[in-house]
């Protein structure tokens, strides 16, 4: 799916990334939705992953495939592709053991919540993040594709990177501000309203998880710069 991402964010085709986060969204909420009422635990979780990030791969694939087939294929040379993966070595060689960890911090709090925890504070935990993560990671995946190409156009152009960084930052962090203290100071009531009163442990959980998600959200600048600048 990367290798898809680069590429489309490359092209500038972030209509066709929006799409397939958002089948990725849907296709994880719909397997963990539906692993839950299996209840066939942790495995729905896991299964809910993956399925996402095949659907999303199988959805953009199929897309460039169909816009950029023509491109692909009379451009394809195996020697300079040998060349450029001697220049940029150090890429994988950082940004994979960064993305495994992320990936495990991530849902490994589950398994380690289950361990300690009854089944009813797991539910509590992974429904805050599902609900809280879904339109943000939307948005804030699909706000990291446009500054990805434009900080690289900056660099490589010689331009004022450390202003276009602070700005973007400072600009993700009003965006994200008044939903953030919505549901720092409503967090418990909002959760009730809409999913009943069982829910309202819930919503104490989501308070102090959307701290920890605002500031994930204004990171994508410095993520994305940090990869510009061969520093991940």
Do not use: C
């Not at 495990?104 to 797991?122: G, H, K, M």
């Amino acid at each position: 799916y990367n290798n898809f991402n680069y590429w489309s964010t490359r092209q500038k085709s972030f209509k066709r990334l929006s799409i397939s986060q958002i089948f990725r969204s849907i296709s994880v909420a719909a397997t963990q939705l539906g692993g839950g009422i299996s209840k066939i635990g942790t495995v729905g979780l896991i299964a809910g992953q993956a399925i996402g990030h095949i659907v999303a791969t199988v959805v953009l694939g199929k897309q460039i495939w169909k816009d950029d087939r023509q491109v692909l294929t009379s451009s394809f040379n195996f020697n300079k592709m040998k060349d450029l993966a001697r220049t940029y070595r150090e890429f994988p060689k950082y940004s994979a053991p960064q993305s495994l960890i992320n990936s495990l911090s991530q849902n490994v709090a589950p398994f380690i919540l289950a361990a300690y925890f009854s089944p009813t504070v797991v539910g509590y935990y992974s429904l805050s993040l599902r609900l809280l993560q879904l339109p943000i990671n939307l948005i804030g995946d699909s706000v990291r594709q446009v500054f990805y190409p434009r900080i690289a156009e900056i660099y490589n152009h010689g331009g004022d990177l450390h202003k276009y960084l602070v700005k973007s930052t400072v600009f993700l962090g009003v965006i994200i501000l008044l939903p953030s203290l919505i549901i720092f100071l409503s967090g418990p009531l909002l959760f009730s309203i809409v999913l009943g009163k069982e829910w309202y442990e819930a919503g104490v959980y989501s308070q102090w998880m959307m701290l920890w998600l605002m500031f994930g959200f204004m990171n994508r600048p410095a993520s994305a710069t940090a990869q510009v600048l061969g520093l991940q």
